[in-house]
């Protein structure tokens, strides 16, 4: 996942369709609720943004990079 | 839903937590599907903003009112 600014981390994933976004918005769930660290996503057709960022100090801590990493390490289209 | 401005409709539905919020997600997505019409979602932490409208025309048709309707009956916390 690329680097937003120091704020917050960000990437949009890309998809064939709605489902096949959905499924992936699924595959982030999942693993946000074992990493007990949530992003925001951000679903349309074809496509869903990811942001992460720890809200109790409106920044970035190690969480946030390692649930980065392990979203992105999700099969992609 | 209420109404947004003249070009979309929007709502936020809040949820007491990202599961519960993901669970609508997902019934929102296989209306969406049965109805051929997808909205956006913005999911976060307990909470799913919808919005909808007609990209086509870049405006509110019929069917966005019909989808907006059937969200909006799904069982809310």
């Given at each position: ?11 949009t994933y ?17 693993i946000a609720?074992?990493e007990g ?41």
């Amino acid at each position: 996942m690329a680097g937003g600014n120091e704020h917050h981390l960000a990437k949009t994933y890309t998809w064939p369709d709605f489902k096949t976004a959905l499924d992936f918005v699924n595959q982030v769930g999942a693993i946000a609720e074992v990493e007990g660290h949530h992003p925001d996503l951000f679903l349309a057709w074809g496509k869903v943004e990811v942001t992460i960022w720890t809200h109790k100090i409106d920044g970035l801590t190690e969480s946030d990079f390692v649930l980065a990493a392990k979203i992105d390490a999700l099969p992609q289209y």
